[in-house]
T-cell receptor, first 112, second 114 residues
Framework: EDQVTQSPEALRLQEGESSSLNCSYT??????LFWYRQDPGKGPEFLFT???AGEEKEKERLKATLTKKESFLHITAPKPEDSATYLC?????????????FGAGTRLAVHP | ETGVTQSPTHLIKTRGQQVTLRCSSQ?????VSWYQQALGQGPQFIFQ???????GRGNFPPRFSGLQFPNYSSELNVNALELDDSALYLC?????????????FGPGTRLTVL
């Protein structure tokens, strides 16, 4: 069964304290792995797409990496404005349509 | 470039009623997907529309239905509302219906069923 699992569920960091979020997946044939940021009560904001193992993408303090079974979102020297829920999602090939399977997310809180 | 918009922002209904939510896709995008997000959970796929036809469906009952219009905007209709339908409803648009196309989300509609 296609599945996405994120860990930890919640993470509390001090400003400047770097860390990593994990997204592991089981899906038949990867057609990309997507990272989103979601603020409370808002829609997910697109961050990155990774398509193949070894690929890396960066945006400001965020860097996403991909292996064959998991992805990491590395946060370097975070600031309070990085506080949000980070979601990862994969589109299974079965069905032939553009359905995303999401993990439950990691709630990140960065304190000054 | 105009992003994905949704209306209304918030909605309160009572059990048994019907509701219609609306979505305008990002400029140039021909595919719209709808998701339901319960509190503390990731979004769950409801269905996808491509060129005015339902193109794929998740594990939701038939009382969840939709439409897509020639300008690619879309509606989600839910009949016979239940308490468990309370959630954030998200619309996402993409350029193409194939797996792997990037999806861009709207701000969502918060539905509360009393």
């Amino acid at each position: 069964e296609d599945q996405v699992t994120q860990s930890p569920e919640a993470l509390r960091l001090q400003e400047g304290e770097s860390s990593s979020l994990n997204c592991s997946y089981t899906v038949s044939g990867l057609r990309g792995l997507f990272w989103y940021r979601q603020d409370p009560g808002k829609g997910p904001e697109f961050l990155f797409t990774l398509y193949s193992a070894g690929e890396e993408k960066e945006k400001e303090r965020l860097k996403a990496t991909l292996t064959k079974k998991e992805s990491f979102l590395h946060i370097t020297a975070p600031k309070p404005e990085d506080s949000a829920t980070y979601l990862c999602a994969v589109p299974p090939i079965s069905g032939g349509y553009n359905k995303l399977i999401f993990g439950a997310g990691t709630r990140l809180a960065v304190h000054p | 470039e105009t992003g994905v918009t949704q209306s209304p922002t918030h909605l309160i209904k009572t059990r048994g009623q019907q509701v219609t939510l609306r979505c305008s896709s990002q400029s140039g995008h021909n595919t719209v997907s709808w998701y339901q997000q319960a509190l503390g959970q990731g979004p769950q796929f409801i269905f996808q529309y491509y060129r005015e036809e339902e193109n794929g469906r998740g594990n939701f009952p038939p009382r969840f239905s939709g439409l897509q219009f020639p300008n690619y905007s879309s509606e989600l209709n839910v009949n016979a509302l239940e308490l468990d339908d309370s959630a954030l409803y998200l619309c996402a648009s993409s350029l193409g219906r194939e797996p792997g196309n990037e999806q861009f989300f709207g701000p969502g509609t918060r539905l509360t069923v009393l």
